[in-house]
C-alpha cells in the first residue's frame, strides 16, 4: 500500500548522526573509528542500544556483523538495508553512518506510524567495510554473503599486527550466529555520493548503477640502506627511489588509460626515513579502480610487469601481494528503476550513476536485488574530515530510502 504522506523525522536522524560523529571525532569535524578499535565499539554499542530501542531483533554474527530485524506479517527473508560504522583514518561523518542511521529511521518512522510490513525489514551495519586496518575491504558483507571465507577473514592480521578475530573477542563482537543466517530477500544502502557529479549537476538522488572494480597491491621493495654522501649513484639500491618510480607509474598509467580508470598511493613507506640515508626498504599501496573488467585487468598487468622491470633496473627486490580484488558489480535493473521512481515520486531529481567507492551492497549484489541511493557531497569530498551532504539531502534520501524499503516490503 503507497504511503504517500510518511515522511522520516529529518531532526531525529540529525541528531543521531551527531551523536555518532561524537564517538571517534577528529580535529575538523571529521570521525576516527576505525575497525575493531575502542571507538568502533562504542560507536557499535551506541548503535546496538539504538536497534533494541526500536524493539529490533539483533544477532551478531562470527564475523561482527550485526543485523537488527523488524518482523513482517510474512516469514521469509527480511528486505535489508544497512552500511557500516568504521571510517578511514581521516574519515567523514556520514560515510557508512548514514546508511545505517538512516535504516534505522525508517523503522522509527514506521514504529511511531503503527505500519506493518508484509516482509520483515532488516537494518544491519557491517565489519570492517574501509579496509583501512585490515584488508580486504567489505570484509563482513563479503563474509556475509559468501564470497570472502569466516577463518580467512578471522586469521586476517592488520597494521598493528593484531588478528580480526582477536580484536573482535576485545571488543566483544565475535558473535555466534552464523554468518549470513538472516538472509536478505534483496538489499538498498543509501551513502553519501563521495564524488562531485550529483552536486555538479544540480541533482538531489543518484540511483547508482554499479560499483566500479577495485584492485589493491602492496609492494614492499627492499634494497640496501648506505650512506647518502658517500654512494656512487650506480652503486645504489635503493629502495625508495623504486618506490617512488612506481607511484609515478601508476599515475601515468591512468592518464595513458583515460578513461575510467584512477590510481592512487595512499600508503608509502621509507625506512630506515631518514634524511642522510640511502632507504634499504620501502612498501606502498597502489589502489586501482576502473568500471570495465578488463581494462582493470590490463592496468594490473601492466603495473605487476613494470614493477618487475625497476627491481631489475634498481637492483632491488621487489614482491607484490594483493590485499583486495573486487570485479566491477552491476546492480538490478529493477532496483535501480525503483530509486528513480521513487525519488521522481517524492518530487527529486535523480540520475544513475556508477558508484567510484567500494560498498557492502555490492557484495549483496550477486545473490539478490541489489541497489543503492546517493546523496550529494559537497565539493565531491569525502575519506576527508570535510566530507558534507546538506540535511535537506539527507533527508531527501533517507525519504527515498523508506519509500524503497516499503515497496520491497510490500
Ligand atoms: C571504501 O570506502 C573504498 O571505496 O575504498
Ligand atoms: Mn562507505
Ligand atoms: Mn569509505
Same mark, same amino acid.
Given at each position: ?29 571529521? %570521525? ?46 527480511? %528486505? ?203 612498501? #606502498? ?9 578488463? #581494462? ?105 530510502? #523508506? ?8
Amino acid at each position: 500500500m503507497p504511503q504517500p504522506s510518511l515522511r522520516i523525522d529529518i531532526d531525529r536522524l540529525m541528531a543521531r548522526i551527531d551523536a555518532l560523529a561524537g564517538v571517534g571525532s577528529i580535529e575538523g569535524g571529521g %570521525v576516527c573509528r576505525l575497525a575493531l578499535t575502542e571507538e568502533d565499539k562504542t560507536g557499535r554499542d551506541l548503535v546496538v542500544s539504538l536497534m533494541r530501542h526500536l524493539g529490533l531483533d539483533v544477532s551478531i554474527d562470527r564475523i561482527g556483523n550485526v543485523v537488527g530485524v523488524r518482523p513482517g506479517m510474512e516469514d521469509g527473508a527480511p %528486505v535489508m538495508t544497512g552500511s557500516h560504522l568504521d571510517t578511514v583514518r581521516t574519515g567523514g561523518r556520514y560515510d557508512g553512518a548514514l546508511g545505517v542511521l538512516a535504516g534505522l529511521e525508517v523503522v522509527a518512522t514506521l514504529n511511531d506510524a503503527g505500519i506493518d510490513t508484509r516482509r520483515s525489514l532488516a537494518v544491519a551495519f557491517f565489519t570492517n567495510e574501509e579496509g583501512a586496518r585490515f584488508a580486504p575491504d567489505m570484509m563482513g558483507s563479503m563474509v556475509h554473503q559468501g564470497h570472502l571465507p569466516l577463518e580467512q577473514a578471522l586469521e586476517t592480521t592488520g597494521l598493528d599486527q593484531t588478528t580480526v578475530r582477536e580484536d573482535l573477542a576485545k571488543i566483544g563482537y565475535l558473535g555466534h550466529a552464523p554468518c549470513g543466517s538472516v538472509r536478505a530477500h534483496s538489499f538498498v544502502e543509501l551513502h553519501v555520493e563521495q564524488g562531485p557529479v550529483l552536486e555538479r549537476d544540480d541533482i538531489t538522488i543518484g540511483a547508482v548503477e554499479g560499483v566500479q572494480g577495485i584492485s589493491w597491491t602492496e609492494i614492499s621493495i627492499i634494497g640496501e640502506s648506505n650512506h647518502a654522501g658517500t654512494t656512487p649513484m650506480s652503486a645504489r639500491k635503493d629502495a625508495g627511489y623504486a618506490a617512488v618510480c612506481i607511484a609515478r607509474f601508476a599515475r601515468r598509467l591512468a592518464e595513458q588509460m583515460e578513461g575510467n580508470q584512477v590510481a592512487t598511493v595512499g600508503r608509502l613507506q621509507l625506512s630506515p626515513d631518514v634524511i642522510n640515508v640511502i632507504p634499504g626498504r620501502a612498501s #606502498l599501496t597502489i589502489d586501482l579502480r576502473n568500471t570495465d573488467a578488463g #581494462l582493470l585487468r590490463r592496468a594490473e598487468q601492466r603495473l605487476h610487469s613494470y614493477v618487475r622491470r625497476i627491481g631489475k633496473r634498481e637492483d632491488v627486490y621487489v614482491a607484490h601481494r594483493s590485499l583486495a580484488r573486487y570485479d566491477p558489480v552491476v546492480f538490478a535493473p529493477s532496483v535501480i528503476a525503483m530509486v528513480e521512481r521513487q525519488a521522481t515520486a517524492l518530487g527529486l531529481s535523480v540520475r544513475r550513476l556508477p558508484s567510484g567507492a567500494g560498498h557492502d551492497a555490492q557484495a549483496f549484489a550477486p545473490n539478490c536485488p541489489t541497489g543503492m541511493i546517493f546523496v550529494p557531497s559537497v565539493g565531491g569530498v569525502s575519506h576527508n574530515v570535510k566530507e558534507h551532504t546538506a540535511p535537506r539531502d539527507i533527508e531527501a534520501g533517507a525519504n527515498v530510502l #523508506l519509500n524503497v524499503l516499503l515497496e520491497l516490503a510490500g
